[in-house]
């Protein structure tokens, strides 16, 4: 799939990915993939935090676990979204030919530099899948200097988004809590840093 084709156009089917995801998500809040109660409170907290700045964070009526996703860490070696189990994290899939993902990516590194904690961790992802090295570069010019390097080279980690019904383009954000369990998801920028923002991150957190 050609990512640039993603970039935030809303396609029928991707409408009815999501539409079929919605309803068959709300039948059912047990069984395989199901979280815990505390997972279910702390959605019913952020709800109301979806406002202002972050009005478009969307949070599930009963969270399920993450979709499992693997990508690169800074140095290569290979991670799952199950490796960051045990804290809360933001996880944003991003490209250097993305303009929005662009334009987001200093409030992302504003926010590990206010937020980032052992319980708490900014996730940006690259998904570029040719001229790797622009995302090293773009990041640099930037000053990013809080945001670890991950990167996914192939473009599984969108293309197994995409099929889960969570992204139809790029950049898309997700609200995991320290169970695994996925709360919410921004679809498209976000200001990262605003005090929305910190507020919600702060209750993702459970505090």
Not at 22 to 31: H, L, N
Not at 57 to 67: G, H, S, V, Y
Not at 125 to 139: C, I, M, P, Q, S
Request: aromatic share 6%; with cysteine.
């Amino acid at each position: 799939m050609n990512l640039k084709r993603a970039a935030y156009v809303l396609a029928p089917l991707g409408l009815a990915a999501v539409a079929a995801a919605a309803f068959y998500g709300t039948k059912t809040d047990t069984g395989k993939g199901a979280c815990p109660a505390a997972s279910l409170a702390l959605a019913d907290k952020l709800r109301p935090l979806a406002r202002g700045e972050i009005a478009a964070l969307k949070i599930e009526k009963f969270p399920r676990l993450a979709t499992a996703l693997a990508f690169a860490g800074a140095d290569g070696g290979k991670l799952a979204l199950a490796d960051f189990k045990g804290r809360a994290i933001v996880l944003n899939l991003w490209a250097t030919w993305c303009a929005p993902c662009r334009a987001e990516m200093p409030a992302l590194d504003r926010l590990q530099a206010a937020a980032g904690a052992p319980e708490f961790e900014v996730v940006t992802v690259n998904v570029d899948t040719a001229r790797v090295e622009r995302a090293g570069k773009f990041l640099d010019e930037i000053g990013v200097s809080h945001l670890i390097r991950y990167a996914d080279h192939s473009g599984d980690a969108f293309e197994t988004l995409r099929l889960a019904g969570k992204a139809l383009g790029l950049p898309t954000s997700l609200l995991i809590d320290k169970d695994g369990c996925e709360l919410g998801v921004v679809a498209g920028p976000a200001n990262w840093d605003s005090p929305d923002a910190l507020a919600a991150v702060k209750a993702l957190e459970g505090g």
